[in-house]
């Protein structure tokens, strides 16, 4: 199985500022990575898919980067909206893994 | 617009059964393997189990492999989740997502929860 280690656990900033979270795999994932976003009570949102392809309705302050097995997600100016809770997850081999969460939250 | 709705969460003893249900609408059903994920009370998300399209490759957790029976109904719109053997561990909110076998999920339904307990 494939572990997926997300960094840091929780990431305290505040808006405006610049978020880089980090989700780190104990082997590759080729390209095969996506985030999600979920805020409290709420089902997740696909928010990257393929590393770097934001999903339909993503604003453009969202990226990601990397191959193998370190990937990022950057945020370049916090909106409030965007405090929550972030996922990665894989599919290139079953089973399908998500990592344990980033907790974004305002400083 | 796309809306998945799930059904058939409650409150279960420990060995019993529960089947959920996700109801699928503004997608061609078949055309999508769909997928479950969990979430334990203030945990992270857990791949439960993925059908493909045809309803003919299914994929389990390890922690639920032969206890927890995915299928589809094409002629119906809806996916299934049968669960047995249920355990305290088992308790979660159960979300129903659109993709999964060569895709991720873009769609999820709201979730519903199951409660194993004495």
């Known amino acids: 199985e494939i572990v997926l280690t997300q960094s840091p656990a929780t990431l305290s900033l505040s808006p405006g500022e610049r978020a880089t979270l980090s989700c780190r795999s104990s082997?590759?994932?080729?390209?095969?990575l996506a985030w999600y976003q979920q805020k409290p009570g709420q089902a997740p949102r696909l928010l990257m898919y393929d590393v770097s392809n934001r999903a339909t309705g993503i604003p453009a302050r969202f990226s990601g980067s990397g191959s193998g097995t370190d990937f990022t997600l950057t945020i370049s100016s916090l909106e409030p909206e965007d405090f929550a809770v972030y996922y990665c997850q894989q599919r290139n081999n079953w089973p399908r893994t998500f990592g344990q969460g980033t907790r974004l939250e305002i400083k | 617009e796309v809306q998945l709705l799930e059904s058939g969460g409650g409150l279960v003893q420990p060995g019993g059964s529960l089947r959920l249900s996700c109801a699928p609408s503004?997608?061609?059903?078949?055309?999508?393997?769909m997928t479950w994920v969990r979430q334990a009370p203030g945990m992270g998300l857990e791949w439960v189990s993925t059908v493909s399209g045809r309803g003919d490759a299914t994929y389990y957790a390890d922690s639920v492999k032969g206890r927890f029976t995915i299928s589809r109904d094409n002629s119906r719109n809806t996916l299934y989740l049968q669960m047995n053997g249920l355990r305290a561990e088992d308790t979660a909110v159960y979300f129903c997502?659109?993709?999964?076998?060569?895709?991720?999920?873009?769609?999820w339904g709201q979730g519903t929860l199951v409660t194993v307990s004495s």
């Open positions: 503004g997608i061609t059903f078949s055309d999508y393997a």
């Open positions: 997502a659109k993709g999964g076998h060569n895709s991720y999920y873009d769609y």
């Open positions: 082997q590759s994932v080729s390209s095969y």
